[in-house]
């Protein structure tokens, strides 16, 4: 039986509703897997406007029935075709009779060959094996290439393979099927029957040798096992049914080679085990035998950096790692002017303007501390000086475990070459891009991952080579952690030997995604695990080849992130990429570069990446939301990594030449690693780049190295108290969820933690409201939010912890959305508020605010400084002499920025304007044509990370700031006060990122006590700022009114930024007898009408300067208010190039007071 048109598989939540939207009338349904239920279905029913959906239930008997509202008898149907004709009836208990099928779209047939593998094409759709086929009185649709042109192309596909392929006997057998049996079961596949018998007919055939290779096998090991475990060991299934070489059957096969790989598995651990008992039980003295210790670790090396102190003096750094001290020599002096012990060093702020600039804080007596500023050679050098004073710090520490950790993470697609005798430059981090330090390159990291793609080793000896190849680098022999494979994809996890005991949860997974997603050619192999207390993910994936397959790779990383089963079993209904505290993922993911070749190369001669990456596929989805959403990547500073000739990189080989025809392969960066880690935790990527010197493949190796922190075990110092005032807890005052559904259910919500005892969840939501449909805002007040109890009530304990929170339906307890928010912000005694986003299988579904508080027992408060928090990072000041400070001027220093993820990637749901607010130039004139992209703003951000200037949001009465806020508030405001540390965000990014986002954490909206009521925008009024599908903007002159509905003509495009402002229009007026009337409304944001400027682009146009509005817009500077106080450097980053123009609008501000700044420039000259 074939599977029905309507019936979906396993398309998420968000699909369906959307092709259900698409459908558009009442009755539409769907069938598909259900989320929450294995083996279960959801029946997706549309009804004015809205999705109802039912859970399908199998009972003891495989009986099918749909949960109905009470009172009305469930019936059992046999099969899913049974049910759904049932159910077409009239009053059966549904809101509306199930009328218009919504059927599976056709999807193209999969072309899963690239430049590497083959050229053929239209390879036969076959249907994946699957528990959920049901009935359907329809057949599946042909492909369009007939039966002999497919036959045709797969022997094509199967000729360039055999040159290669040692088993040409096997071949041969396969040659025969696709010639004379492949039309035969393609025409039983036409007629309903999913049994391809002529293929097993020809692998049975095929494999006949193999029978008598494993009985022989098999007889040894079961001889050997009874030996050792005569009562406890397996009788094989094949001896029970009798090993008949006249009857080789596929299934018998298969059971022999479980047995063997049972045997093999298990007979080492037998035979330790019995001789073990035999030493015990007969007290035997085993002779003593030398152990052979592994060779000690190389000593560090002291090391010496040459650096700038002041404007003329030189210096030599010297770095004794071993003795754990730092001196400081003036140059010509032969004795060092100053030795510091690293107990003394209290600080390491590290300039971010200047790549190269340090300053040292230093205890020089008891009461005073010292500060130096080093200016090094380059970036480079200042890295390793950093990395070496850290390393100081953790090998003389007391610690027992450890706050900081290294992490190297390497790619490579093999080619199908064995690799070269040496990788040292790869597991150096050497080549090009952002590499290490000389200095540091021999420093071993503390775990290696490395995923390699087209990998034609053993994997024993693949893993093996990768031991000998660090031992020999680095003195120490790594231990295996885990070790996954999927056909030629491999992925290898090591680490220090210090650190076995430390590895716990081990959990290995991997995902076909090849031809029909039956084919591991192409796929991923993950691996998880605890680090003490810290989870970690890791996925290696070889995605679709290929420049026009950006859907099929985007499809490939779904499935991937769908089905990949790692992390704690416990949170399997969350989103992968919310698992893990650090997930990390990376591969050949083959993303191209949409340009010619000729034009690519030329960009690559001189050097210029940004061109390129501007028109790199995974940057431009990535902007789209369509993979790796809250994924970070650091800067590319090295050249596309395929595909190279072989032997050389001196030059790219983009021309394929095949049977089929030419094919060609753009220069681009295939091999990538990103990486997702929950909010406020520690990550910092130290390089990113690929190797010049291994030359066996096509593709480069790349390399990435991160300082990673990591938590352990905690244990209390005082006895838990039984008081509730000796406890801790975590109470909710209330919670706010918008998300893209089409359901009205009632929901409800889970809480998931480690610091928790079990999951939690709340009430159903008290109040409910869908504006337009499409979108759905639930509420929850304290009396539906339970207060949780942490398992241990240490602040440094609570610190480290996260909260995971699921939005689920009260109908079908499918997930609406999964949320991460960090406890470290939350902490306090009065409610902070938090904002998020929410995820579901990868999608952006929804956003997420609330007030909570963790609140802590006085005598609980202590806690430590970790390793890791003793360098920080700062902007640069006006340099004076050495200044001394007190110690408590410490905690001044800004630590670690954090930011929101970049409003050109985040907003692109509409119903976030309700979290956000509206700057008022917003409301007055929402144009719906797409921004203009300023590059100047990106490109000169990317030079102060450390600046990033505040979008201030309204209030959420829609009213003006209060002029008599205080002092502290309005510093809070400007764009120049430092980042807010007790506000929680929802991620924090990689440092390379800092600068480019333009809503830093500060901006989370602060509570305002005198406000009251709902106070936000209606959904409609959102829904035409910033929905997915924008409207078409109208012609310039016209007006848009009620009376034109024709030009909203919709237009299925994504918006490149959802939060950067639409550039000003003319047709604001139009609009007033529509948005007027919406946003005037009680509490909502009031929309004048004077002649006064309200906005910065109405202020600039005044000086004919209206050109450089949008960029000052994408950097922040959306208000009068706060315009006023911009700097010359600020006007640079926004893209104002010009230096008469800056000086002419920083003269016009200056001139204006803040109430004639309102009325715009005065355009006489000055006196």
Aim: glycine share 6%; with cysteine.
């Amino acid at each position: 039986m074939t599977a029905a048109s309507w019936y979906h598989r396993d398309i998420s939540r968000v699909v369906a509703e959307d092709l259900l939207a698409k459908a558009g009338k009442d009755g539409c349904f769907l069938v598909r897997d259900s989320e929450s239920v294995s083996g279960a279905y959801a029946l997706c029913l549309l009804f004015q406007r809205h999705v109802h959906t039912y859970r399908i239930l199998p009972d003891e008997e495989g009986l099918l029935s749909v949960q109905t509202i009470q009172g009305i008898q469930a019936k059992c149907f046999r099969t899913l075709t049974d049910l759904i004709g049932a159910y077409q009836q009239p009053n059966n208990g549904l809101v509306i009779p199930l009328l218009y099928p919504v059927n599976r779209a056709r999807e193209p047939v999969d072309e899963d060959s690239d430049g590497e593998d083959g050229g053929a094409s239209h390879p036969p759709s076959l249907v994946p094996h699957s528990g959920n086929i049901v009935g359907s009185t329809s057949g599946w649709v042909s492909a369009q290439p007939n039966k002999a042109q497919i036959s045709q192309q797969l022997q094509l596909r199967l000729q360039e393979q055999v040159h290669s392929s040692p088993a040409s006997d096997f071949m041969g057998f396969m040659a025969e099927y696709l010639s004379h049996h492949l039309q035969l079961d393609l025409e039983a596949l036409r007629n309903g029957n999913l049994q391809l018998r002529h293929l097993s007919t020809a692998l049975v055939t095929a494999c006949r040798g193999l029978h008598s290779e494993i009985d022989f096998t098999l007889a040894g090991l079961e001889t050997l096992a009874k030996v050792f475990d005569p009562p406890a060991s397996p009788r094989s299934p094949v001896r029970e049914q009798g090993l008949l070489a006249s009857d080789p059957d596929l299934e018998l096969l298969l059971s022999k080679i479980s047995t063997v790989n049972h045997l093999l598995s298990s007979l080492e651990k037998k035979v330790l085990k019995t001789l073990q008992e035999t030493v015990t039980k007969h007290k035997l003295a085993l002779p003593s035998v030398a152990v052979a210790h592994p060779p000690a670790a190389k000593p560090m090396a002291v090391q010496n950096f040459e650096v700038k102190v002041g404007k003329t003096q030189r210096a030599s750094l010297t770095v004794d790692v071993e003795s754990g001290t730092m001196a400081i020599t003036k140059r010509g002096c032969s004795s060092p002017e100053e030795t510091i012990s690293q107990d003394k060093i209290l600080q390491l702020i590290k300039y971010q303007s200047m790549q190269s600039k340090v300053r040292l804080v230093y205890d020089r007596d008891q009461h005073r501390s010292l500060t130096r500023d080093f200016i090094f050679q380059n970036a480079r050098k200042r890295e390793a000086f950093c990395q070496l004073l850290q390393l100081m710090k953790i090998q003389h520490s007391n610690l027992d475990e450890p706050d900081l950790i290294s992490v190297y993470v390497g790619t490579w697609n093999m080619g199908s070459a064995p690799p070269p005798r040496s990788m040292a430059s790869w597991l150096t981090s050497r080549g090009l891009g952002r590499t290490q330090d000389e200095t540091t390159a021999g420093i071993p990291h503390d775990i290696y991952v490395i995923g390699t793609q087209e990998n034609s080793l053993g994997d024993r000896e693949w893993v093996e080579f990768l031991r000998a190849s660090l031992k020999t680098l680095m003195s120490i022999d790594f231990r295996v952690v885990a070790l996954q494979c999927l056909w030629s994809i491999k992925i290898v996890v090591l680490v220090k030997p210090e650190h076995e005991r430390r590895i716990s949860h081990v959990n290995t997974s991997s995902v076909k995604t090849g031809i029909a997603n039956t084919l591991g050619n192409k796929g991923a192999v993950g691996v998880s695990f605890l680090f003490n207390g810290t989870s970690f993910g890791f996925v290696n994936c070889h995605l679709a080849s290929g420049s026009e397959k950006t859907h099929r790779r985007n499809q490939n990383y779904s499935d991937i992130l769908r089905s990949l089963v790692l992390g704690d079993k416990s949170l399997s209904s969350f989103d992968l990429t919310l698992r893990f505290t650090h997930l990390f993922w990376f591969g050949d993911l083959n993303y191209r570069l949409d340009m010619e070749v000729q034009d690519i190369l030329a960009h690559v001669n001189k050097k210029e990446f940004e061109a390129l990456l501007a028109v790199d596929q995974l940057t431009l989805e990535r902007e789209k939301n369509k993979v790796f959403l809250r994924f970070s990547e650091e800067d590319i500073s090295f050249p596309p990594t395929y595909r190279y000739e072989r032997g050389s990189r001196d030059s790219y080989v983009w021309q394929k030449f095949k049977t089929t025809g030419v094919r060609i392969n753009v220069p681009s960066w295939c091999d990538r690693i990103l990486w997702k880690s929950r909010p406020e935790t520690h990550v910092l990527c130290n390089s990113y780049g690929c190797t010049d010197d291994i030359v066996t493949s096509d593709h480069s190796p790349v390399f990435a190295t991160f300082e990673v922190g990591v938590t352990s075990q905690f244990v209390p110092r005082k006895a838990p108290g039984s008081s509730a005032e000796s406890l801790a807890c975590i109470e909710w005052d209330s919670i706010e969820v918008i998300v893209k559904t089409a359901s009205r259910s009632k929901c409800y919500i889970e809480f998931h933690s480690y610091c928790l005892e079990e999951s939690q969840r709340s009430g159903e939501n008290s109040s409910q409201s869908s504006d337009i449909p499409g979108f759905l805002k639930l509420s929850w007040s304290a009396k539906q939010l339970p207060v949780l109890s942490p398992i241990l009530s240490d602040l440094e304990y609570l610190l480290d912890q996260h909260l995971l929170l699921s939005i689920k339906g009260m109908d079908s307890c499918e997930s609406y959305g999964e949320c991460c928010i960090a406890m470290r912000s939350m902490i306090g005694s009065l409610a902070q508020q938090f904002e998020t986003f929410l995820f579901h299988r990868g999608e952006e579904t929804g956003s997420m605010r609330g007030w909570m508080k963790v609140r802590v027992p006085k005598d609980r408060r202590s806690t430590r400084e970790r390793l890791y928090e003793w360098i920080s990072f700062e902007t640069d000041e006006p340099e004076s002499d050495v200044p001394t400070f007190s110690k408590p001027a410490l905690h001044a220093v800004r630590s670690r920025p954090l930011s929101l993820p970049d409003a050109a990637s985040s907003y692109t749901n509409p119903a976030y304007f309700i979290f956000e607010g509206v700057p008022n130039t917003w409301a007055q004139c929402p144009s719906l044509s797409e921004p203009p992209y300023s590059p100047a703003s990106d490109t000169q951000a990317d030079r102060h990370p450390g600046h990033s200037p505040c979008r201030r949001l309204q209030s959420l009465t829609g009213a003006q700031a209060a002029s008599s806020s205080s002092s502290k508030e309005q510093l809070q405001r400007s764009p120049h006060y430092p980042v807010s540390e007790t506000t929680s965000c929802g991620h924090q990014l990689s440092l390379s990122q800092i600068g480019r986002h333009k809503r830093p954490k500060s901006a989370i909206l602060t509570r305002d006590p005198q406000t009251s009521g709902d106070c936000s925008l209606t959904a409609l009024h959102m829904a035409w700022c910033l929905s997915d599908v924008d409207t078409e903007p109208p012609k310039r002159g016209s007006c848009l009114g009620p009376s034109q509905p024709e030009g909203r003509k919709n237009l299925l495009r994504h918006t490149r930024s959802a939060l950067e402002p639409p550039p000003q229009s003319c047709w604001e007026g139009a609009r007033s007898q529509r948005d007027t009337r919406r946003l005037n409304r009680a509490g909502e944001w009031p929309c004048g009408s004077g002649d006064h400027p309200r906005s910065v682009g109405m202020w600039l146009s005044r000086l004919g300067l209206e050109q450089y509005e949008a960029g000052l817009y994408e950097n922040g500077w959306d208000d009068l208010e706060f315009f006023r106080n911009i700097t010359d450097q600020d006007l640079l980053d926004a893209g104002v190039l010009s230096p008469t123009h800056r000086k002419l609008i920083q003269a016009k501000l200056h001139e204006s007071s803040p109430r004639s700044l309102q009325q715009g420039p005065s355009l006489k000259p000055n006196p």
